[in-house]
């Protein structure tokens, strides 16, 4: 069962265009983060947030986490095509501590 | 951040044999390990978690005696796939926590592919 649904699934744009990708569960979450996956590689962890309404920003990209710790979003701005890559996110369960991946983010930035 | 290796990288095999793939904490110990499956154009899930000296928690639907987990040391983890089937073909990823449970670093992966 998957828990964690992000949307969009894929998305196309252009090199200097603004998104957002929403990761979003009915379960509350301890923690949440995010990763970029390229092809045959593991994923890589971007950020962690843990408090409820917790804003973090890494250059470009901007992570928040909802008030009720159940949603997530991550914003990137004037997106370059180096940032061409699956984006998941991933909730740490409360109860049993288990950390469980959204569905995933495909993104392609072309110049 | 913390790295995680994984060897080897890739294993093609044949029906019937077993494989063993390797997971290490290379700068920290690992107070537990986890091991997730990766299909192609989907999202990671988890097959099951190990703690050093104690036997691995598998999830649901995941069968124990055919992917058996060693948790040796606090930096070593060892799934072994028995009696492979082209099935289980897929893209298989290690992945430990130190001393902060919210923080998982990954390995690499290990592609399997079975004949």
């Known amino acids: 069962t998957q828990l964690l649904e992000q949307s969009p699934q894929f998305l196309s744009i252009q090199e200097g265009e603004n998104l957002t990708v929403y990761c979003n569960s009915s379960s509350v979450f301890s923690s949440l983060q995010w990763y970029r996956q390229e092809p045959g590689e593991g994923p890589v962890l971007l950020v962690t947030v843990v408090t409820g309404g917790e804003v973090k920003k890494l250059k470009r990209l901007t992570f928040q986490f909802g008030d009720a710790r159940k949603d997530s979003s991550l914003h990137i701005t004037a997106a370059q095509p180096g940032d061409t890559g699956l984006y998941l996110c991933a909730g740490r369960h409360y109860n049993t501590d288990k950390l469980i991946f959204g569905t995933g983010t495909r993104l392609q930035v072309f110049p | 951040g913390a790295v995680v290796s994984q060897h080897p990288s890739w294993v093609i095999c044949k029906s019937g044999t077993s494989v063993k793939i390797e997971c290490r904490s290379l700068?920290?110990?690992?107070?537990?390990m986890f091991w997730y499956r990766q299909f192609p154009k989907q999202s990671l899930m988890l097959m099951a978690t190990?703690?050093?000296?104690?036997?691995?928690?598998?999830e649901q639907g995941v069968e124990k005696d055919k992917f058996l987990i060693n948790h040796a040391s606090l930096t070593l983890s060892t799934l072994t796939v028995t009696s492979a089937h082209p099935e289980d073909s897929s893209f298989y990823i290690c992945s430990a926590t130190g001393e902060s449970r919210h923080e998982q670093f990954f390995g690499p992966g290990t592609r399997l592919t079975v004949l």
């Open positions: 700068d920290f110990q690992a107070t537990t």
């Open positions: 190990s703690n050093e000296g104690s036997k691995a928690t598998y």
